[in-house]
């Protein structure tokens, strides 16, 4: 089951071979697929269930979306009968209506749904939603965890991120596959590194803003840049923009005087 993990993981970078033009999918059963778009980089959860086909968080866009359409028939001749979000945000809501007008229903729990088990926890929003598939061993976090991106744990805090994180790896057992909302899907080894490196971010700049340092000070400490690259795990060139870096230090300053 290792090795099929590993596989899973190593597929979603190098997906050359079934790439379908916006979209890379990659198969994690003979029932499951993680669709990812590109505009978006969100990973779509395709799931052929007993009780119809399910699809999570699809982006908006509707030629995207038609081209989604496709890419969902080549995989399941069966129409999608439930659209399941992790959260709110457009870019995992945003073709919800597309589904509908194809005659899908949108669902807030998964209660029709016997494969699947679901979680309510408060970390990237207030009401995040994870899935866990439990036939094809795949957790959907949404952007709770997010692989291609720093955290973004400002509606639960600090608390709120490790009650969720915490809550992730007690789901399904080691061999779980993590699908964040973006980025590659990983293991919970990962995961724990991901959760320790958040912590240590905040401690950090939480003991920097305590000597009075300002954000752009802080922005240019090596130690916090060194701090930001634990994120990049991707290894990419420029990681996230300069604005993007500073606005995750005055979130984290955010996150650290509401005491959570
Ligand atoms: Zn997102």
Same mark, same amino acid.
């Given at each position: ?11 979603? $970078? ?47 866009? #509707? #030629? ?12 399941? #001749? ?32 998964? $209660? ?13 929003? $207030? ?39 915490? #809550? ?89 005087? $509401?005491?959570?």
């Amino acid at each position: 089951m290792r090795v099929k993990l590993l596989l899973i993981v190593a597929l979603y $970078s190098a997906c050359g071979l079934c790439g379908t033009s916006n979209f890379q999918v990659t198969s994690v059963s003979n029932a499951a697929f993680i669709i990812t778009e590109k505009d978006y980089g969100t990973n779509i959860g395709l799931i052929k269930t007993r009780e119809g086909v399910v699809v999570i968080d699809p982006m908006p866009g #509707k #030629k995207n979306l038609d081209k989604l359409y496709q890419v969902i028939q080549q995989r399941s #001749k069966a129409p999608v009968r439930y659209v399941l979000n992790t959260h709110q945000h457009g870019d995992h809501t945003g073709g919800n209506a597309y589904f509908v007008e194809q005659g899908s229903k949108v669902v807030a729990t998964v $209660s029709d749904l016997p494969e699947f088990t679901e979680f309510e926890l408060k970390s990237h929003t $207030s009401k995040d939603k994870v899935f866990y598939h439990s036939k094809s061993n795949s957790v959907f976090v949404g952007d709770i965890y997010d692989t291609s991106w720093h955290p973004t744990f400002y509606a639960g805090g600090l608390s709120g991120f490790n009650q969720a994180i915490e #809550k992730i790896l007690n789901i399904g057992n080691e061999d779980s596959l993590i699908i964040p909302g973006h980025g590659k899907p990983t293991s919970k080894v990962e995961l724990r590194q991901f959760r320790n490196h958040t912590i240590t971010w905040v401690e950090e700049i939480k003991a920097l803003k305590e000597k009075g340092m300002s954000v752009e000070e802080i922005m240019n400490n090596d130690r916090v840049k060194a701090l930001l690259r634990n994120f990049n795990i991707a290894n990419k060139q420029d990681f996230i923009p300069k604005n993007a870096f500073k606005r995750f230090i005055e979130r984290t300053f955010t996150v650290i005087d $509401s005491g959570n």
